[in-house]
């Protein structure tokens, strides 16, 4: 069974902001206080800017999506998040910006590779972001992150 998500996590203002006049901008509740902006394939054609510089370690952000990411976080704080599974194995990715500025990573988690103790890096973002663990498994489970397979199917209504 597979696992995929790629996305900007933030309150829904912030959100708002960031996805601004984007026609393929979804934005859908987490938790009380935070929602995600899943970045599907027909956001990322949309909003991709051409020659404008890349995220490092993420493979769905688009180009120019760091630019937006640091604008809007004038708001508050956003992340960027990415992961892939398959199988139990797979890769992890986040970085949060805020004030404008990036405050956390790029963070990488590879596949193969052990969690740190202090975390996966989309559970340590999340944590900047205020989801507390508590009896959850990680601030991933909290955040309801796996209510859905791939990022897709954030955007289907549920019945």
Known sequence: MGY??????AAEPVLRELAGT???ARIVPLTRHLCLLPM????????TVAGAAELDVFWKAPAGFGRALAACSAGGPVAYVEADYFGGSGTQAAQLWDGGQVVLGPLHLAEGKPIPAEGSPISRALRWLGVVKGEHFDEFDAAGLGRHRET???LRPTS
Do not use: P, S
């Open 152 to 154: 897709a199917g954030w």
């Open 22 to 24: 984007a026609e393929y």
């Open 40 to 47: 599907t394939d027909a956001l990322f054609d949309e909003i």
């Open 4 to 9: 995929q998500l790629q996305g900007a996590i």
